[in-house]
């Protein structure tokens, strides 16, 4: 048997009757249209930034207010001499502040140790920073994530139908997810503050332990007669400092986009359309994600601090739907079709854990195949 006769033979056949077809009848005919998408997005954007996390709190200056008050540092804390603290026997309480024996700090390049001498003792300082990552490539926006294929459902009513144009209304609901994540060594400019407490003639160095073993966290007992550290700081200005960042990053999301708005298509060819579509979007992201940053800044005072932290959050955001689509008709019902599209939205940002994140899908764009059935 001849098959490709008889293939042949059928084409013949089908083919002009399709193209004979009164494509404007049929869609008044059939208004309604169900349809599957697979949609990709690019360059959506993902950045990071530190935001200061360590509850330092405001200096003012006044004792009675600032001698008061516990502070914690990315490397250190400062507690008051009050419950919990211990005390010297005998110590009148006006004598208690601004003064502390409990506190604690990474590393003796922090300490700037007394000195002493004839000409008198030159008192020494303990120097706790709040560090926050504010420049660099560590703070750029990065978009080397994988965004896994998704899947939209959508219902479109044919609302008008003049000759080779038709005017439409089209709901749908898509679901995505993306991934994105960091690892090695970038640069950053980090934003160091430093507050220095009085030591007197104590050496933060010897005290802790009684052998000196770092990092310390704790109390000591200063021997009777010499001061105790002071709780109340005096603040230098902040300094932007060049930084190394060893990190790790992750942040995953999964977003749900629903959409509404006209469509409007045009029949170039008795198979082809061609459209465009706008319309109200409204999304729900929900966001996991850590990191963990090992940073060096360079600063005779500051030690090698690690940043870490992990959490998640949920976010609900508006925006403007816009597409371009291709259309080709298969039969009297099917339908396939290709399309761009982008979504304009203001960012999410979401601040916890000492970090800002920042997502930007409206400096991306989409694109999606598909196929309808029109009933």
Known sequence: MNYTAITSALLGVAIPVLAGSDWDAIDREHRHSFGVQVPLWFHARVSMEGVSDSRSGTITGDPSLDGRQDRYYDDGFNRLNSAGNPTIAGTAPSELF?????????????VSPPSFGPAGNIPGSLSLHDVTLVGG????????????PGVELFYRYRWKNPEKWTLDL?????????????????????????????????????????GGNLPYAGPFQPVGGTPWIGSVPSRQATAYLPASVNTTRDLEMDSWVGRIGPAVHWRFHPRWRVGALVGLAVGYSDVTYSFRDRISVNSPTVPVLIQQGQGGYADTWFGLYSALRLTYRLSERWDVLAEGRHLWTDAQTHTAGGRRIRFDVSEGFGISVGAAYRF
Do not use: K
Request: charged letters at 25%; glycine letters at 10%.
């Open 137 to 148: 490539q560590y703070t750029s926006a990065f978009r080397n994530g994988e965004n896994n």
């Open 98 to 110: 601004p003064r502390t024996t409990h506190f604690g700090f990474l590393d003796n390049r922090q």
């Open 170 to 210: 089209e709901a749908g609901i898509s679901w995505q997810t993306f991934d994105w994540s960091q690892s090695g060594d970038v640069d950053a400019v980090a934003a160091v503050d430093e507050d220095r407490y009085p030591t007197g003639t104590v050496d933060p160095r010897v005290f802790p332990g009684s």
